[in-house]
């Protein structure tokens, strides 16, 4: 039931879900006094979440920025998150990564800088239509075409969220080594959550983040006062993880 929630709740409260939703309430209702009131709200909310300077800032102030590769020291295991790969874009003869394809890329650059010795790929299918999905197995595949031994990816793919990747990781890595000797490895956006469910359950590593989504701070008008499209990603990714921290807190697993 926990999964089911937090894979459809999230949604329905969405930013532009919401914004939309008082905008078209603001049509419907007959009092003119809240009629106004709501339309304004709707605008400003519009205005609020397609501002580039303020969803920068909050995204700066979330998510774990890149560590330069020249500070990383050696690990026996890297531990690569899922969530990457789409299945669903078209043949289903390739692997699609989309804007999520830092995290191979740079999870093979510290293989073969000799950061980390071995990759384990966690994450299996964390689709409600699709659950036989094995995303681990498919980024493991690339990783190999990357030029990675097969025989240095150790394979993760029961699990269907980030709680049950680092019960999982756990219980495979607990004979093998220690969480000091391992890297975690996954989203600057997604890492305070992945690194409290990983300490949660035991496995306390250190973390690499990759995917950036925020960008230096700037001053010009186009980024303190245009509307964009990209702030709302932004507030989407934000509101995802904010909810899934405060679900996740509920739940007992951070």
Known sequence: MFFILS???????KPLFLTVAVLVTSWFVR???WKRKLFLIGLCMLLLFTNEFIANELTRLWEYQPTPFNEIREYEYGILLCGAAGTDLGPADRVYIRSAADRINHTVQLYKMGRIRKILVSGGSGR?????????????????????????ILQEGKSRNTHE???????M?????????????????????????????????DHFSVDPQSHRRQFTPDVL???K???LNQWSMLWKEWMGMVAYW?????
């Open 128 to 152: 409600l239509l699709r659950p036989e999905d094995n995303e681990a197995k498919e980024l493991a595949g690339l990783m190999v075409m990357m030029g990675v031994p097969a025989g240095d």
């Open 173 to 205: 890595l607990d004979t093998l080594t220690t969480p000091d000797h391992t890297l975690l490895i996954t989203s600057g956006y997604h890492m305070r959550r992945a690194s409290a469910c990983f300490a949660k359950a035991g496995w306390p590593c």
């Open 7 to 13: 894979k459809t709740v999230s949604y329905i409260f």
């Open 225 to 227: 006062f245009i509307p």
């Open 250 to 254: 509920i739940a007992g697993y951070i």
């Open 165 to 171: 990747s680092a019960v999982e990781v756990k219980q």
């Open 31 to 33: 009092n003119e006094r």
């Open 229 to 231: 499209n990209e702030p």
